[in-house]
């Protein structure tokens, strides 16, 4: 091991499993092991809970559940690891992967069964898989939520007697949830967990990162936290689980892992890899660590949160009447699918020796300003100063820094797209994720509810950022969430679940709510062994 912090002549505290982040994962751990026998505790770097899932859309990627098969949408096991091994571009495990998916649907019923939180399939087909045409994707049902109706109502009462559930972390801009609906979603999943904890007198501390791991005879037997300034230290006699998050807020190691621009999130600020790190100390593999969610962004000026730092926010867009340009004023991807943005955000032009796109602008003509609102600005025409505005094409580029003359021709061919309700650039609208999108935003609309002309002035542009949701990469586990050293050899004590665990039941894809349903099924089953050991 590379360094080793001794254990102290006398702990703080002494539980049977210490959960180092109140991430879904953290949290389900710790119910799992009251529920088996064992004392846990909770530990939280910031002085709020749940992290980015808190503020994310809740959604948990569980294939063939209940909930799905309960409304005749059929699935399989077969089906999961067809569509898995056919976009994973060969990076996934196969174990962890089988983990995931058998034992998804059996976390979901424990849960349902033992805590307040109740989950949902969507009852449209607006939340379809990114990838559904793959071989066994598929178009609705493997994505569930927090049950809408169910869940609020016990959380808005719980809120007002136990003050840990109102340490939800709430969205700092009012963005994904916003103060009219304070219990879905990400905050729903979260809280419904935290009371979980409350009603089993599970401690939950704040505001005690996590500094570093205790070894004692080469096996991790606990952590040094801190608290109130001074040293905690916390054994857990069976085992310690690492369930900080992601560390897309650390700008170095987002400079030395991750192959893009300057890089910005919108998750919790307290998501700086400090359980990568405590890993790296202790050997740790790691793998995807170049995986993010990549997807355009902004952050205005009051967008400043946790010590002063600027938090970005997601930019619309799959919407008709808009579309993204680059430096070269062309367009350079799918703008119903962020995962496609990502790509082009992303592409480097390796004989010119510079990102081929980047930087990225956002286009809109009045006809979507007449229609939608832009992040903090009303429909109509008042701009900000984020955002460029002008009566011709040919002014808004002047304004941007593009090349006018290409920036009308894309503007004029998208045109004649948007006209025939056809895109053979980059095919906007053809797969079964944007048609589904498409109907659920505009259902009806002809030729094309994703394509729309830019021909209305004034025009409106804005150079956007490149943010993620959260980084992928992490250290590597077995199927019980034991962290694998370099050798490939299990570091005794040590567990890792949330985006502290590397994204391979996936490889090298993404698909809403595999962060958060892998997190709490590696908690689930981290608790498990740690139940056995």
Same mark, same amino acid.
């Given at each position: 091991?590379?360094? &080793?912090?001794?254990?102290?002549? %006398? #702990? ?32 939280? %770097? ?51 992967? /089988? ?20 989950? @949902?399939? =969507? ?32 959380? =808005? ?17 009012? +963005? ?18 935290? $009371? ?19 070894? =004692? ?45 300057? $890089? ?71 703008? /119903? ?20 796109? #980047?930087?990225? +602008? #956002?286009?809109?003509? &009045? ?17 900000? =100063? #984020? ?38 650039? +980059? ?8 048609? &589904? ?21 004034? +025009? ?65 089953? @981290? ?7």
């Amino acid at each position: 091991m590379l360094k &080793q912090t001794a254990a102290p002549s %006398k #702990w703080d505290l002494e539980v049977d499993l210490v959960s180092v982040g109140s991430s879904g994962g953290g949290l389900v751990a710790a119910i799992m092991a009251h529920d088996l026998g064992m004392s846990t505790v909770v530990l939280e %770097k910031a002085d709020t809970l749940g992290g980015g899932t808190a503020i994310s859309g809740g959604a948990i990627w569980i294939p063939f559940n209940d909930h799905m098969l309960d409304m005749g949408i059929p699935d399989s096991r077969e089906d999961t690891l067809t569509y898995i091994r056919h976009v994973s571009m060969g990076h996934h495990d196969e174990d962890l992967l /089988a983990a995931y998916i058998d034992t998804g649907p059996e976390m979901v019923r424990y849960l349902e069964a033992h805590t307040p939180l109740k989950m @949902a399939c =969507e009852d449209d087909a607006s939340r379809t898989e990114y990838c559904a045409d793959a071989p066994g994707g598929k178009p609705m049902g493997r994505k569930l939520w927090p049950h809408p109706e169910t869940v609020p109502p016990i959380l =808005e009462e719980a809120e007002k007697v136990h003050p840990d559930v109102g340490k939800v972390r709430k969205d700092p801009v009012k +963005f994904l949830i916003g103060p009219r609906f304070p219990w879905v979603q990400g905050r729903g999943l979260i809280g419904a967990l935290v $009371l979980g904890c409350v009603n089993r007198g599970i401690t939950i501390m704040t505001d005690t990162p996590g500094r570093n791991l205790v070894v =004692e005879n080469d096996r991790i037997v606990g952590i040094r936290a801190q608290r109130n300034g001074e040293d905690f230290f916390v054994k857990g006699r069976k085992g310690v689980l690492l369930a900080t998050g992601g560390f897309e807020w650390n700008t170095e190691m987002n400079k030395r892992f991750i192959y893009s621009p300057p $890089l910005n999130a919108y998750t919790s600020p307290s998501n700086e890899g400090d359980g990568h790190i405590m890993a790296m100390e202790a050997g740790a593999a790691l793998a995807l660590m170049d995986h993010s969610i990549f997807q355009p962004g902004l952050s205005l000026p009051t967008d400043v949160v946790d010590g002063g730092r600027k938090l970005h926010r997601p930019f619309i867009y799959g919407y008709p009447h808009m579309i993204m340009v680059n430096r070269h004023g062309k367009r350079c991807c799918d703008e /119903a699918f962020y995962p496609d943005m990502g790509r082009a955000l992303c592409a480097y032009d390796r004989i010119k020796g510079e990102y081929a796109n #980047w930087p990225v +602008f #956002w286009i809109c003509d &009045q006809n979507f300003r007449d229609t939608m609102p832009v992040v903090n600005l009303k429909r109509g025409t008042d701009v900000a =100063e #984020w955002m460029k505005k002008g009566e011709t094409l040919i002014e808004l580029a002047e304004a941007l820094g593009i090349p006018a003359g290409n920036f009308v021709e894309t503007v004029e061919r998208f045109n004649r797209f948007a006209a025939e309700g056809k895109d053979p650039d +980059f095919r906007r609208g053809e797969s079964t994720f944007d048609k &589904q999108w498409g109907e659920f935003v505009f259902p009806g609309r002809k030729p094309s509810p994703l394509l729309g002309p830019i021909e209305k002035p004034p +025009f409106y542009g804005v150079q956007i950022s490149l943010t993620t949701a959260g980084n992928l990469g992490g250290v590597v586990t077995n199927t019980h969430a034991q962290v694998i050293d370099v050798r490939g050899n299990i570091l005794p004590g040590l567990y890792a679940t949330s985006n502290t665990q590397a994204m391979l039941p996936l490889g090298h894809h993404y698909d809403s709510g595999a962060a958060q349903g892998k997190s709490m099924i590696f908690g689930y089953l @981290a608790a498990k062994h740690m139940a056995k050991t």
